[in-house]
């Protein structure tokens, strides 16, 4: 057999040239991480060629012996990681990645055009949580997602001022809606989640809880976020994020009378997934025998330490940011008072060589011109930065924003002039040059 590169020079030289920009970059975006070797040999080991189909002691093809016991492997760490009683709760590993394990628990739980309520997308939710677009002109909703095809969606917002859970709204909401299941989590909310009140609102409008914790469940195996364990009914997450594992997702499921097990496994096979990818979830289970360590504890830690440190050293400069602050690995950063998107500020910040990622803030009425941008801290703290080199890339981000003001200036508000503005620009090159 012959190496990547001797048998395709052409794609070994686009990954090597993928790798060198993961590495040269100052890589912010809050749901990307770096994996380890022992997570990457995994990957590319023997057991991506093995078929398993069903589920460990009960598949559907035979040699499945040792990959039963990775996979039975994989469903001890995980409940054992994030502290679960095995009589209590159940794990299936097989999902694909997060939006498949969502879906997931919507088919098993849900019939279909049940009611659901997910935080809303310009309001820091995921597009899997039910999320529409909305048309003046047309005066229509296109749903944008599976989930809001099959499913009647009716999204809560944040408090447009405080940035926070509006509970007052999703209360009175619930209370007319009806919802078959409350969604909790999101992809871009910096605080902790209240999940006693959420429980509340559920249980007076007999709903489901699930908890999304995709974003935060690396804070959560180390116990540097709230649990949301005790309260919701299931808690689904992706693994590549916080968690810093390979790309995969897993849903987690209470064991009592509402036979839930059943329901969630049938759902991801045989209605949604063919065979699993048993190298992902070998992936899975090296990293959750990581997060394990008091190493991977004290990475959490330093995670929640250099995003504070970030959008405190951005306060201090005078900028605003959603909520006020940060509780966990992510800043949300409005730049509405300096009259800027966060499209053009991401160009930008691309352009020399800073990664981050537009998006919406508290306020902002649409998705397609989000008014801020999303940091976040778990790729950057693997690689070992604190937070006196975090406070060194807020300056860098206020000088990338200096730069960005004054080429709109020049280009005016539209995005295809000023992006027309960038190649060339020598302050564009003197920062990325510092960055480097
Ligand atoms: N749930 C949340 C909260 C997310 O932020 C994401 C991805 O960003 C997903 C689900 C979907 O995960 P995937 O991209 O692995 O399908």
Redesign the pocket.
């Given at each position: 057999l012959v190496s990547l590169e001797e048998h395709d020079p052409e794609l070994y030289d686009l990954i090597e040239q993928e790798k060198n920009r993961q590495w040269k970059s100052l890589e912010l975006i809050a749901?990307e991480n770096f994996t380890s070797k022992a997570v990457m040999e995994c990957l590319g080991s023997a057991l991506t060629n093995k078929y398993s189909e069903g589920l460990p002691h009960a598949r559907y093809y035979g040699g499945n012996e040792i990959v039963d016991q990775v996979e039975v492997m994989c469903q001890k760490r995980a409940l054992q990681a994030y502290g679960l009683d095995e009589d209590k709760w159940g794990v299936n590993v097989q999902p694909y990645?997060?939006?498949?394990?969502?879906f997931a628990v919507y088919t098993a739980l849900l019939k279909p055009h049940d009611r659901i309520m997910g935080l809303d997308l310009p309001s820091g939710g995921?597009l899997?949580h039910g999320f529409y677009t909305y048309s003046k002109k047309e005066n229509t909703r296109k749903a944008v997602s599976a989930t809001s095809v099959y499913f009647e969606s009716l999204p809560y917002q944040v408090d447009p001022v405080s940035g926070l859970v509006n509970f007052e709204q999703l209360a009175r909401d619930a209370a007319l809606f009806k919802p078959a299941m409350i969604i909790m989590?999101?992809?871009a909310y910096p605080r902790e989640w209240d999940y006693a009140q959420f429980r509340k609102i559920a249980d007076d409008n007999g709903a489901l809880l699930l908890m999304?914790m995709?974003?935060i469940s690396g804070l959560v195996v180390t116990n540097e976020a709230v649990s949301p364990f005790d309260y919701a009914d299931v808690v689904?997450t992706?693994t590549?994020?916080s968690l810093r594992g390979p790309?995969a997702?897993l849903i987690f499921f209470r064991k009592d009378e509402r036979g839930f097990e059943p329901l969630i496994n049938q759902a991801v096979f045989p209605a949604l997934q063919g065979g699993p990818h048993e190298h992902q979830i070998a992936g899975v289970a090296t990293q959750l025998k990581e997060a394990m360590t008091p190493e991977f504890k004290v990475y959490s830690q330093q995670v929640k330490k250099n995003a504070a440190a970030l959008g405190a050293k951005l306060v201090s400069m005078g900028y605003t940011l959603a909520t006020g602050g940060t509780d966990n690995h992510l800043v949300l950063w409005d730049l509405k008072p300096q009259k800027i998107t966060g499209s053009k500020f991401e160009k930008v910040c691309d352009a020399v060589c800073i990664t981050l990622n537009k998006n919406c803030v508290p306020g902002d009425r649409s998705a397609v011109t989000p008014g801020g941008v999303r940091i976040g801290a778990p790729a950057l703290t693997t690689r070992k930065f604190v937070e006196e080199d975090f406070e060194q890339i807020a300056v860098f981000l206020d000088a990338a924003l200096k730069i960005a003001l004054k080429i709109q200036e020049q280009s005016g508000p539209k995005l295809k002039d000023f992006v027309a503005l960038l190649d060339g620009n020598d302050e564009i090159a003197a920062l990325k040059a510092e960055v480097n």
């Amino acid at each position: 057999l012959v190496s990547l590169e001797e048998h395709d020079p052409e794609l070994y030289d686009l990954i090597e040239q993928e790798k060198n920009r993961q590495w040269k970059s100052l890589e912010l975006i809050a749901s990307e991480n770096f994996t380890s070797k022992a997570v990457m040999e995994c990957l590319g080991s023997a057991l991506t060629n093995k078929y398993s189909e069903g589920l460990p002691h009960a598949r559907y093809y035979g040699g499945n012996e040792i990959v039963d016991q990775v996979e039975v492997m994989c469903q001890k760490r995980a409940l054992q990681a994030y502290g679960l009683d095995e009589d209590k709760w159940g794990v299936n590993v097989q999902p694909y990645s997060g939006s498949p394990a969502n879906f997931a628990v919507y088919t098993a739980l849900l019939k279909p055009h049940d009611r659901i309520m997910g935080l809303d997308l310009p309001s820091g939710g995921h597009l899997t949580h039910g999320f529409y677009t909305y048309s003046k002109k047309e005066n229509t909703r296109k749903a944008v997602s599976a989930t809001s095809v099959y499913f009647e969606s009716l999204p809560y917002q944040v408090d447009p001022v405080s940035g926070l859970v509006n509970f007052e709204q999703l209360a009175r909401d619930a209370a007319l809606f009806k919802p078959a299941m409350i969604i909790m989590g999101g992809s871009a909310y910096p605080r902790e989640w209240d999940y006693a009140q959420f429980r509340k609102i559920a249980d007076d409008n007999g709903a489901l809880l699930l908890m999304d914790m995709a974003h935060i469940s690396g804070l959560v195996v180390t116990n540097e976020a709230v649990s949301p364990f005790d309260y919701a009914d299931v808690v689904t997450t992706t693994t590549h994020k916080s968690l810093r594992g390979p790309r995969a997702g897993l849903i987690f499921f209470r064991k009592d009378e509402r036979g839930f097990e059943p329901l969630i496994n049938q759902a991801v096979f045989p209605a949604l997934q063919g065979g699993p990818h048993e190298h992902q979830i070998a992936g899975v289970a090296t990293q959750l025998k990581e997060a394990m360590t008091p190493e991977f504890k004290v990475y959490s830690q330093q995670v929640k330490k250099n995003a504070a440190a970030l959008g405190a050293k951005l306060v201090s400069m005078g900028y605003t940011l959603a909520t006020g602050g940060t509780d966990n690995h992510l800043v949300l950063w409005d730049l509405k008072p300096q009259k800027i998107t966060g499209s053009k500020f991401e160009k930008v910040c691309d352009a020399v060589c800073i990664t981050l990622n537009k998006n919406c803030v508290p306020g902002d009425r649409s998705a397609v011109t989000p008014g801020g941008v999303r940091i976040g801290a778990p790729a950057l703290t693997t690689r070992k930065f604190v937070e006196e080199d975090f406070e060194q890339i807020a300056v860098f981000l206020d000088a990338a924003l200096k730069i960005a003001l004054k080429i709109q200036e020049q280009s005016g508000p539209k995005l295809k002039d000023f992006v027309a503005l960038l190649d060339g620009n020598d302050e564009i090159a003197a920062l990325k040059a510092e960055v480097n």
